[in-house]
């Protein structure tokens, strides 16, 4: 399983790097916002940062909702840097631009996911991930772990190649969960990452490691 980081906090991306466990970055404007980014040209450089510190794929979004609107912004985003995954809406003119990216050998991943057909259409269409929200879903008294089963089954019986890219992801047991599944990524704050660090067992069985070693 693939751990992307969900942030545009430069310093989280980077002690996420050092930790040797992150394979990209997922973030959206409203990330954007809570870093305090602004203004069209520093957004496109903060994502150029990003990808400077991580090796793996950094999804970035368009903001436009008409097919137009998302193909200018798309190819601007993509040609930015080698790195860069576009992140586009599953609305009817999403599938449609992602089909457009695809032809055009750009990366995609289909957010705001909340269903198995919407996953299924994206697929068809091509995208690279698909990003189902399962935090979201629990938040209405659905469980999200259950729509990753459904999209696992669905991409298995017809081979598609699109990847499962969990997301909304809250805590650990959501990460361990999706592991279990099927799920190809799992994006997450840093605090579920370093959440499975943990363990008392392994925290008392150091201090008396340390305690026998100190005699």
Do not use: W
């Not at 959206?28 to 520093?42: D, R, T, V």
């Not at 609107?69 to 576009?86: N, R």
């Not at 057909?117 to 399962?134: D, H, M, N, R």
Request: glycine share 8%.
């Amino acid at each position: 399983m693939k751990f992307f980081i969900d942030t545009a906090n430069l310093a989280q991306i980077k002690e996420a790097q050092d930790l040797g466990v992150l394979d990209g970055v997922t973030t959206n404007p409203s990330l954007m916002a809570k870093e305090g980014i602004k203004g069209e040209g520093n957004i496109l450089k903060h994502y150029v940062d990003i990808c400077n510190i991580v090796t793996g794929d950094v999804s970035a979004e368009v903001i436009s909702t008409d097919f137009e609107g998302m193909v200018k912004e798309g190819e601007a985003l993509a040609d930015l840097h080698p790195q860069i995954v576009v992140k586009v809406p599953m609305i009817k003119d999403g599938v449609k631009a992602i089909k457009y990216f695809t032809e055009k050998g750009i990366r995609t991943n289909c957010t705001l996911v909340f269903s198995a057909g919407q996953a299924l259409l994206a697929a068809k269409a091509g995208a690279t991930y698909v990003s189902p929200f399962i935090g979201r879903l629990d938040d209405v008294s659905t469980d999200g772990l259950v729509l990753i089963e459904e999209i696992r089954t669905i991409y298995d019986n017809y081979g598609y190649q699109t990847q499962i890219l969990a997301a909304s992801v809250r805590h650990p047991m959501h990460i361990i969960n999706c592991a279990k599944i099927g799920a190809d990524v799992a994006t997450c704050p840093l605090s579920a990452i370093t959440a499975l660090l943990k363990h008392p067992l392994t925290d008392s069985g150091l201090a008396q490691f340390l305690k026998d070693a100190g005699k």
